[in-house]
């Protein structure tokens, strides 16, 4: 691999601060440790990450603050304005403080092409590594198919593909989607999975207090395309009409349908069955995955979701756990037959399953140990990070860095 301290990789994210953002984090810390000097721009996390520069393991973060209380097209457009504003403003900074040889940026959201053309003028390369498909999302978002910003937005995506130099993306369907939305040559793609850091194969110490309940756990956000909603329905089943009340739910995350949630919760008298505990720490995050006896992928079939490397899946397998979740093309890519898998995005059948596992633990245990298995041969960041190191060695060679 190369080593060669003087070339300057800035990533840049706009809808996660860092080092909140667990793949982002990962990539950095991937190539730092490669010999790379890394420099990182996000926005301001709401209960972490909030001074304005800090330094996390050799990697130096550059944050700004943005305020946005529309849940609307024109405030996504505010917060898009003001953070391409704030982002401009830091790379200027960092660039005078330090020549960035090569930006590496994430989406949501696909408005980076001007910088990426900004990039080719003054010689940084621009890799664009793809978490997300921001045309499904608006219309998974907000149900109405306005023709017109269903559009600007394939557009959007298309001109960031053909102005990056280089695209990383997730997994093979966004691979082809590289190849057929944005006309992008094969050789310029590489595909660089998302993974835990590592496999937890002693129980930490840490364990959330004992009791005589099945618990199940959710990691992740709570917006529309999450389905926390759903799983609040299959709770509601599996409660008050199967009659399965030795169980508890557990929410570790935030998002924008986090009180229509609670709202459902109150209004199906749940409330004793859930703990939503927001955004804590990660550690802590781990004492729960950790302490479930059932993990859930409640995110439905929508024309997005099954496309997506869903981050949670792979964290929940790498502690060993049973994963009940819905007929995702990746997700089930990613499980193998660590997972129970539930077609046709019946909310009831999610719940028979959750029951089914809470009065088997021989098969809770069968499903997470083949988990733990698939995810230490095929899906760790290990295997990852060999792919992002070879394709950043590449990268070098072509561009004549060294």
């Given at each position: 691999m190369i080593k060669n301290k003087k070339i300057h990789i800035l990533f840049i994210i706009e809808n996660l601060s860092f080092p909140f953002d667990k793949r982002v984090f990962s990539e950095a810390k991937s190539l730092i440790?490669?010999?790379?000097?890394?420099?990182?721009?996000?926005?301001?996390?709401?209960?972490?990450?909030?001074?304005?520069?800090?330094?996390?393991?050799?990697?130096?973060?550059?944050r700004y603050g943005i305020k946005n209380n529309f849940n609307r097209i024109i405030g996504y457009v505010y917060e898009y304005f003001i953070s391409y504003y704030n982002i401009m403003r830091l790379l200027i900074k960092i660039n005078i403080k330090n020549k960035i040889n090569i930006i590496h940026i994430s989406n949501p959201p696909d408005i980076f092409f001007l910088l990426a053309i900004f990039c080719k003028?003054?010689?940084i390369i621009f890799i664009f590594d793809q978490h997300d498909l921001t045309p499904e999302t608006y219309l998974i978002k907000y149900k109405k198919n306005f023709k017109i910003i269903y559009n600007i937005l394939i557009l959007m995506e298309y001109l960031t593909f053909r102005t990056a130099d280089y695209i990383i993306s997730t997994n093979e369907t966004f691979?082809?989607?590289a190849l057929q939305r944005g006309k992008i040559k094969e050789n310029k793609i590489q595909i660089i999975r998302n993974?835990?850091?590592k496999i937890f194969r002693?129980?930490?110490?840490?364990?959330?207090?004992?009791?005589?309940y099945i618990?199940?756990?959710y990691v992740g956000m709570m917006s529309e395309s999450d389905g926390v909603i759903n799983l609040i329905y299959s709770a509601q089943y599996l409660i008050k009409i199967k009659k399965i009340e030795k169980i508890r739910f557990y929410l570790i995350g935030d998002g924008d349908k986090r009180i229509e949630i609670e709202e459902l919760i109150k209004k199906?008298?749940?409330?004793?069955?859930?703990?939503?505990?927001?955004?804590?720490k990660s550690k802590?995050?781990?004492?729960?995955?950790?302490?479930?006896d059932i993990c859930v992928v409640p995110d439905q079939k929508n024309g997005l979701n099954e496309y997506l490397t869903i981050v949670k899946v792979a964290e929940y397998m790498s502690f060993a756990k049973p994963i009940v979740a819905y007929d995702l093309i990746e997700t089930k890519y990613t499980t193998g037959k660590s997972a129970i898998i539930i077609k046709n995005n019946d909310h009831k059948k999610f719940g028979d399953a959750i029951k089914k596992l809470c009065e088997n633990k021989k098969l809770r245990y069968k499903l997470g140990r083949i988990g733990k298995k698939r995810l230490e041969k095929d899906f760790t960041w290990e295997k990852s990070e060999i792919k992002l190191l070879k394709f950043y060695d590449k990268i070098v060679k072509e561009r004549n860095l060294i």
């Open positions: 440790k490669n010999g790379y000097f890394i420099s990182v721009i996000s926005p301001k996390g709401v209960k972490f990450d909030k001074d304005n520069y800090e330094v996390v393991e050799k990697i130096q973060v550059y003028l003054i010689n691979k082809n989607i993974g835990p850091d002693e129980p930490i110490k840490k364990k959330l207090k004992k009791t005589n618990k199940i756990c199906f008298r749940l409330k004793k069955y859930f703990k939503l505990t927001g955004i804590i802590y995050v781990k004492n729960y995955i950790n302490s479930a």
